[in-house]
């Protein structure tokens, strides 16, 4: 049994995380702030005696009593329109936060992961992307404060590699959906279930050639706790490497909710990325790990979930 601190731990990852930690018998210190993430999506392990919730702001310091053997730093708005809209937080938390989980790590002797992105490839000029692309960022576009706040945290992880010999990880994490998204979260997978559910268009940004490549989470979670218990200090993608457009996402909502929706082109964001696969070659290799759920099964049972969501 190890006790893991979770930061972002009543977030739509940190959440599920934390469910998959538990359910293996280790403790649990979930750490948030509650700016994008819920109490709602952590209240039924509230009983559990082996979790802890502590509300608060990893971009100032962490005060963790007692002995800790993980320290995993998922805190960071994910959502485009989340971090256009609280820029300067999702630096501080990319940034200071990042330093500050890597400082709790590092005193308690602790392993150390960061919940890194598909974003730091940009709009990637390679593909599919494989952990060796450096990637095409713009770093003072309006993404420029999510994509650069996590490629700092993955070099300040890896400068505590290198430098104190801390036993790190980074994930790579590619568009991820499931349950305890939020209906106003913004994704497109979320969107386009609350628009079909409620009858309205579903909103396409640009003309939906655009492709993005779609991880349920539990398939996610299990990609990640694998990497954890590895010993890999490189980055590694997890994501699920099938590749659609988002007007074939857009087809497969409407089908699984058998909904009237018809579909209302939008102005693509700026710096949108074009396309977007994960090569999971190293995954494989390495962890043993690939992806079981396909789209369409994994949108059936986000379906589900919207559906039980009081309003629908
Ligand atoms: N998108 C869309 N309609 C929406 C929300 C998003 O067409 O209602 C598009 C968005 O422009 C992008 C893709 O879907 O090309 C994935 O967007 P999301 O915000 O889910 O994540 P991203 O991969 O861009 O971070």
């Not at 309205?200 to 299990?222: A, H, K, M, N, W």
């Not at 010993?231 to 007007?247: A, K, L, M, Q």
């Amino acid at each position: 049994m190890a006790r893991v601190v979770v930061t972002g731990g009543a977030g739509f990852l940190g959440s599920h995380l934390c469910d998959s930690l538990l359910a293996r018998g280790d403790a649990v210190v979930c750490i948030d702030n509650l700016v994008t993430g819920s109490v709602s999506n952590v209240e039924h392990l509230f009983t559990q005696r082996e979790f802890q919730f502590v509300e608060h702001d990893v971009s100032e310091y962490i005060r963790v009593p007692g002995e800790v053997d993980a320290v995993l730093h998922f805190a960071s708005p994910a959502s485009p329109i989340d971090y256009l809209e609280i820029p300067i937080q999702t630096l501080k938390v990319g940034s200071l936060g990042t330093h500050n989980a890597l400082g709790l790590a590092k005193a308690k002797g602790a392993k150390f992961l960061i919940a890194s992105t598909s974003e730091v490839y940009g709009i990637p000029q390679v593909h599919p992307q494989h952990e060796s692309y450096w990637g095409n960022v713009n770093p003072v576009g309006p993404r420029g404060v999510y994509d650069e706040a996590k490629r700092f945290s993955e070099a300040m992880t890896m400068a505590y590699h290198r430098y104190h010999s801390l036993d790190t990880r980074i994930v790579r994490i590619f568009n991820t959906y499931g349950p305890r998204m939020r209906p106003g979260d913004g994704r497109v997978v979320s969107n386009f279930i609350v628009q079909a559910l409620k009858g309205r268009p579903l909103t396409i940004y640009g003309d939906g050639s655009q492709t993005r490549s779609f991880c349920y989470v539990d398939d996610e979670i299990r990609g990640l706790v694998a990497l954890l218990d590895s010993d890999e200090n490189d980055p590694v993608n997890i994501g699920n490497p099938d590749e659609f457009t988002i007007s074939q996402l857009a087809e497969i909502v409407v089908e699984v909710v058998g909904s009237a929706s018809g579909i209302e082109y939008h102005d693509l964001p700026v710096d949108d990325p074009t396309q977007r696969r994960p090569d999971i070659t190293r995954a494989r290799e390495i962890l043993g790990w690939e992806p079981k759920i396909e789209l369409r099964n994994g949108v059936e049972r986000t379906v589900e979930y919207f559906v039980g969501l009081a309003g629908f």
